[in-house]
Nanobody
Framework: QVQLVESGGGSVQAEGSLRLSCKVS????????VAWFRQAPGKERQVVAQ???????YYADFVKGRFTISRANNENALVLLMGALKPNDTAMYYC??????????????????WGQGTQVTVSS
């Protein structure tokens, strides 16, 4: 059973930075299809970035050039570096993982395992 635990969220001012981490247990992060999603109040959960096989990466247009997703294999974790944050980046951020192939971009329903989320709040 894969378990995911996010950390690193918090409150920052616009143009600030945060590093989110998702600790993986029960499997190796290197062998999983992994992603970060976010969900703002009253809105649907949306993919932010994902890593598929052969480390192919997808970024949503609204984070391109500002966020970087990576696997930290030595920590068995998934990392999201967030820069130039904007108030509309405010949301709960979730780590997701799946042992099998998922499309790119993938809907939330394609991922089997989820973390509990970490809140990111950006003030202007």
């Amino acid at each position: 059973q894969v378990q995911l635990v996010e950390s690193g969220g918090g409150s920052v001012q616009a143009e600030g930075s945060l590093r989110l981490s998702c600790k993986v247990s029960g499997d190796r992060v290197a062998s999983l299809y992994v992603a970060w999603f976010r969900q703002a109040p009253g809105k649907e959960r949306q993919v932010v970035a994902q890593i598929n096989g052969y480390d192919t990466i997808y970024y949503a247009d609204f984070v391109k050039g500002r966020f970087t997703i990576s696997r930290a294999n030595n920590e068995n974790a998934l990392v999201l570096l967030m820069g130039a944050l904007k108030p509309n980046d405010t949301a709960m951020y979730y780590c997701a993982a799946n042992p099998m192939w998922v499309p790119k971009p993938a809907a939330a329903s394609k991922y089997e395992y989820w973390g509990q989320g970490t809140q990111v709040t950006v003030s202007s």
